[in-house]
């Protein structure tokens, strides 16, 4: 285990430059973990330049494309907080296992789908599938990698991928649509699923349910038992909420079903707080929310993915509806975002390990937050899109160091018993914020007479809202002990 000294506070150093490194071993455990992620983030963008395509060739209307993204995004974040207990509870392991084969199956069938409803149940299950595969394979990695260098490096390395799973999606989408129809899109997740399944059981260590650690029986009264109104309650609210957000993002908040799905969320994600409050075997602890680096940690998390993913949003249709970009040109500019993404992700632990997990969140983010500022100076002029490609790019380097050093917050100091809970607490903000972004500032452009007024509005609103974040957290995670 690392020895560690403090020279100040919220600064950390370590006595030996060997900390971080990895057996041959864990590599192989993390190589396992990080594929997993990495499909799963492929499957957020993978398939959204196939829609048109899809659709002519199932005989979708146009207005039901959005059910090919939102029935993945429905199970995929109304469960995770569920599946994250759940993997606590009964054995992480064999939840994760048992979420590859669902994954893979249910790439298989929409794979061979021949028409808008086997379609539509192979993207729900595969939903479903990474609901099991992201809070079990996260908390796999946090109980993996003790917390230190080790645990700071696994989680740059599996950040990175999730970023470059995002954009690679993007860019492979578009040529495999191309070169051989929409249904290699989700062939590519089938062979992912079949290459990763027959190596994680004899990689993964098993993990006990909990009252079981020491090997022996449990009794009745002491065998782990799940709290069901309050796994009914919560996963209710975020598929309502996760609904009513994503249909929003292409009908706006007029509709009744927009409405009446939000409200609905909100609502039951009271409830759940007030059962939790009520209940001797909580979903979530109570006290566990109110851990400072909890809380503030996954505000970070949310509002840096929420306020990314409308960056993105937005430079797209300036890109293409102002720049008059193809889509294989905008798909270059995202893709350089990419790659200094993944440079940035083999540097966030060293970055971690010098400064801290709270100063590295709040830089990133006030980064992240300043760069997207000098998005204002875009017009319509053909240099824009170098400011666009090296300012997002760049941006994309502080989102990255904020997304790693959110889950090093959120995850420091968690008993492994409750990694479960905490890593679905931050899987499930990353879908939220994934889900929020676009619906409540990108609608703003979609909606706005002069595109590129509405897009600066969006990004004006999108740099005030991430640095005002940034100094919120800062001063949060000041009080008490100093550092996570």
Known sequence: MAIETTTRPGVRQDASPDTSRLSTRDKLVLIVLCAAQFMVALDFSVLNVALPRLGADLGMSPSALQWAVTAFALPSGGFLLLFGRVGDLYGRRGLFLTGLALFGAASLLATLAWDPASFLTGRALQGLGAAAIVPSGMSLLTTTFPEGPARERALGISGTLLSLGFTTGMVAGGVLTEALGWRSTMALLTVFALLVLP???????????????????????????????????????????????????????????????????????????????????PLVSLSMLRRRTVAWGNLGGLVTFSMMSTVVFALTLYLQEILRLSAFETGLVFGLQ???????????????????????????????????????????????????????SLASMCHLGAIVSYGVTVTSGVPDAEQGLATGL??????????????????????????????????????????????SIGLGLRRGRPEV
Do not use: C
């Open 199 to 281: 190596l994680a059981p004899g990689l993964l260590p098993k993990s006990l349910p909990r009252g079981r650690e020491d090997g022996g029986g449990a009794s009745a009264q002491d065998r782990p038992r799940l709290d069901v109104p309050g796994a009914v309650t919560v996963t209710a609210g975020l598929l309502s909420l996760i609904y009513g957000l994503s249909t929003a993002a292409d009908h706006g908040f007029g509709r009744a079903d927009v409405i009446a799905a939000t409200a609905a969320g909100l609502v039951l994600l009271a409830a759940f707080t007030l059962v939790e409050s009520r209940t001797a075997t």
């Open 338 to 392: 990419g790659v200094l993404s993944a440079f940035a992700g083999t540097r966030a632990a060293r970055v971690i390990g010098r400064f801290g997990a709270r100063r590295t969140l709040v830089g990133s983010l006030a980064g992240q937050g300043a760069l997207v500022a000098s998005l204002l100076l875009l017009d319509d002029g053909a240099w824009s899109v170098w400011l666009a490609a090296g300012a997002v």
């Open 426 to 471: 931050v899987t499930s903000t990353q879908q939220v914020g994934i889900t929020v972004g676009i619906p409540l500032l990108g609608v703003l452009a979609t909606t706005s007479r002069d595109l590129l007024s509405g897009v600066h509005t969006v990004l004006a609103l999108d740099a005030a809202l991430t640095l005002v974040a940034a100094a």
